[in-house]
């Protein structure tokens, strides 16, 4: 049987500072949203207007811990991973679904000001 490819690369900026949590058994998962622009038109009354595309991120392990320490609200990211949905029942019986992006590889992009306030470009590539 062939094998299929899920594979997902964004390049955005992060919507929200990560979280970062441990499981139960001390695995580190941060969680975070990716913006990307994905299309942008101008209205018959010749008004600019942008589609934005918001994407849920997931990343565990060492990456996880790396994301919370370096990334920050506003920042120019590259994320590349795999497509996930999680299934859930709530309280009241009702099915949710949440598609999610399970990161594998996170590189920095453009600048970032560092606490001392000099300029430092970033290009940083990190690995799960």
């Known amino acids: 049987m062939a094998r299929g490819l899920n ?3 964004i390049i955005g900026h992060v919507g ?3 979280e970062l949590r441990y ?9 975070f949203d990716v913006s990307v622009v ?3 038109y101008t209205t018959q009354d010749g008004e600019r207007r942008e589609k934005t595309e918001w994407f849920n991120i997931v990343v565990w392990g060492r ?3 790396i994301c919370k320490s370096r990334l920050t609200k506003g920042q120019q990211v590259y994320i590349e991973g795999r497509l996930q ?5 709530d309280d009241h ?3 949710h679904y949440r598609t999610e992006v399970v990161a594998q ?4 992009l453009g600048d970032r000001r560092d606490d001392d306030g000099d300029d430092d470009a970033f290009d940083d590539d990190y690995e799960g």
Not at 105 to 108: A, D, I, L, R, Y
């Open 38 to 40: 994905s299309h942008v």
């Open 16 to 18: 929200r500072d990560p």
């Open 23 to 31: 499981t139960p058994s001390g695995a580190p998962v941060a969680n």
């Open 85 to 89: 949905t999680r299934g859930w029942e």
């Open 7 to 9: 594979k997902v690369m």
């Open 93 to 95: 019986g009702k099915k």
């Open 105 to 108: 590889e996170m590189k920095q």
């Open 63 to 65: 990456l996880a811990e």
